[in-house]
């Protein structure tokens, strides 16, 4: 396969926002990531491909939708095209592809809804913006609905909240269930089941890899840190996105936080059959495979005898743990009631800096100016520690904690204004990387302000996704991927290991 | 899609991985090499033999921890990092040296 045309960033601006750019129509149309193979659907209970009557198909399926949310319903109708969305899409501003803007792509089912669903679309369509879901239309659909990281960003300006991502879930589940499957998560969900990640990393790698780590850091510091593995009986059960035992710079992170239990002198375990933190069903919009990658964890749980469950650095992995973990897969009742379900790796990182138990200096990172770039789902749809907005402030106070100095970018563009990496809601595949690159602009071009304007040189995250995304999208713009950092892996080297000197 | 080698056609997918890893041979790999811009060096086939003997021992591409340690005790320690593995293989070492070895690609959030 030879390579497509080199890519070829839109413009970084002076200031750190993006203005609206000119109105492009159809400059994405052709964005299409691959479409995924029988096998890839079939694997998740969805036909293999496009069944013949998937019109029909395709209709009952949203009717279904609609009448089991509310929510869905609620969103689709009281639309009142007031325009507060249209420019706070991150790939509207990448693009200029009005499509991408919240609102158009809301309506690319809400015509359908209405055609079917409204007395009004049912009788007179022209006159209410309704219309047949056609073989051009689903075309957009495929197209648009994998053009949506599902960041929710676009849902805090709206002044009715409604929540695209949950439109575009639905659009999703609806193409599934004629067989239109999107490759790229389907694929993944299928490897979760048979071998419990979305890598495919059997077993005995995940040992080797973890072995090799151990020695690497008793090399580094002197101290066996270990990474223990299917470990029953410990008391805390780490559920980490596998990206954390493959990737840069994840693995710093994974090493984070192992010098943390270490240093805490707490019992832990990761498991082979939960080995991934990731959630890939949301992104597709089933509830059911959403429940079968969850249950996981709580077999994990269950068969180890863990007292407490911590979630790894994962964006949507804690949304789905925070949110709905006990829906999904409960009761957890067998859990020691004095921690909370789930707990986050930062609040456990928090207090424990808060509480002495650690101890770091930030001569570990020196040279490093930070900043943080808050995560969508962590920052929109989740909480940490025991009052609002602890989302924003632990992940700050414990990169403080590790850095000579913190800098955070410019007000629109953090905590729950964050702008998306470009890369969620399972749009982070090779397919889609003209779409990736031009969706981190925004967020692209407030780190390169603070770049310029304040000596920033690293950016930490805490969500797999945001850290693959970036160390590949950076460069195109002429920044150096090793920018990017784990938030643990920052931790991991300020940490002072071994016994406190008096 | 196929690979054309010595006559004989050899399917991959859509991204040009193999769809069947036992029809892997060294000229393959040269020509998908080729296609990907990489002229094969000495130091280019460490990456991709290592790749295979670790594939054939756990059925998934090592870590880039775990490739970069190796890579280091191969070729000396100054190469035994990710930044002299993307020069080797500047679309990323896990995705695109998998490609060349015939290997499945990676996926999630790597």
């Not at chain 1, 002197?222 to 029953?232: E, F, H, R, T």
């Not at chain 1, 930490?460 to 950076?474: H, P, R």
């Not at chain 2, 997918?13 to 060294?26: I, R, V």
């Not at chain 2, 280091?72 to 993307?86: A, D, H, Q, R, T």
Request: proline share 6%.
């Amino acid at each position: 396969m030879a390579r497509g045309p080199a890519l070829t960033p839109p413009p970084l601006s002076d200031r750190p926002e993006i203005e609206p750019p000119p109105l492009a129509p159809g400059a994405m149309a052709h964005s299409k990531p691959y479409v995924a193979q029988p096998a890839h659907n079939e694997a998740l209970g969805y036909p293999g491909e496009r069944v013949d009557d998937w019109q029909a198909k395709a209709i009952q399926a949203l009717g279904e939708l609609v009448d089991s949310s509310r929510a869905l319903k609620v969103y689709l109708d009281s639309c009142v095209k007031c325009g507060s969305c249209a420019d706070k899409c991150h790939y509207f501003l990448g693009t200029g592809d009005p499509n991408n803007m919240p609102v158009a792509r809301q309506d690319l089912v809400r015509r359908v809804y209405r055609r079917h669903f409204t007395p009004a679309g049912k009788l007179a369509p022209g006159l209410v913006g309704a219309a047949d879901l056609t073989e051009g239309l689903l075309e957009e659909w495929y197209s648009y609905f994998h053009q949506c990281s599902q960041c929710r960003r676009c849902s805090v300006f709206c002044p009715y909240g409604i929540d695209t991502a949950e439109i575009s879930m639905a659009a999703r589940e609806v193409m599934d269930r004629i067989g239109l499957g999107q490759k790229y998560c389907n694929e993944i969900l299928g490897k979760v089941h048979k071998v419990g990640n979305n890598l495919g990393l059997p077993e005995p790698a995940l040992a080797d890899t973890l072995e090799g780590l151990e020695e690497d850091i008793e090399e580094e510091t002197g101290q066996a840190v270990k990474l223990p593995l299917d470990v029953a009986g410990a008391d805390v059960l780490l559920i980490t996105p596998s990206a954390d035992f493959f990737a840069e710079p994840h693995v710093d992170g994974l090493i984070g936080y192992a010098k943390v239990f270490h240093q805490l002198g707490l019992s832990w375990t990761l498991s082979s059959h939960a080995s991934e933190a990731a959630n890939f069903a949301m992104f597709i919009g089933s509830r059911d495979q959403m429940a079968k990658v969850a249950q996981r964890i709580h077999q994990a749980a269950r068969d180890l005898g863990v007292k407490r469950l911590v979630f790894g650095e994962c964006g949507h992995a804690w949304r789905v743990a925070y949110s709905f973990l006990t829906k999904l897969a409960g009761p957890w009742d067998f859990l020691d009631p004095r921690w909370p379900v789930p707990q986050h790796i930062l609040e456990v990182t928090n207090a424990a800096i808060e509480t002495g138990g650690i101890r770091l200096d930030p001569e570990g990172n020196a040279g490093k100016v930070v900043t943080f770039h808050d995560s969508c789902n962590v920052a929109r749809a989740s909480r940490m520690g025991e009052g609002p907005g602890g989302q924003f402030t632990l992940p700050r106070a414990v990169i403080q904690a590790s850095v000579p100095r913190f800098v955070d970018m410019a007000d629109g563009t953090i905590h729950d204004r964050t702008f998306c990496c470009g890369g969620g809601g399972g749009l982070l595949t090779d397919d889609l990387m003209e779409l990736r690159m031009k969706g981190a602009l925004p967020r692209v071009n407030a780190l390169n302000h603070v770049v310029e304007t304040q000596g920033v040189t690293h950016m930490a995250a805490i969500c797999a996704i945001c850290k693959t995304q970036f160390a590949k999208v950076l460069p195109l713009y002429g920044l150096d991927m090793e920018m990017v950092q784990s938030v643990h892996g920052l931790v991991s080297q300020a940490i002072r290991l071994g016994a406190a000197p008096d | 899609m196929a690979y054309q080698v010595n006559g004989s056609e050899i399917e991959h997918d859509e991204e040009g991985y193999l769809t069947d890893l036992s029809q892997w041979n060294e000229e393959l790999a040269e020509m998908i090499a080729k296609t990907e811009d990489i002229e094969m060096s000495e130091e280019h086939w460490e990456v991709v033999n290592f790749l295979r003997e670790y594939y054939d021992e756990y059925q998934i591409a090592p870590a880039v921890r775990v490739l970069t340690k190796a890579v280091g005790k191969k070729l000396g320690p100054e190469k035994g990092n990710n930044k002299y593995l993307y020069e080797l293989f500047p679309y990323g070492p896990a995705k695109q040296a998998c490609k060349i070895a015939g290997l499945p690609k990676p996926t999630g959030c790597v």
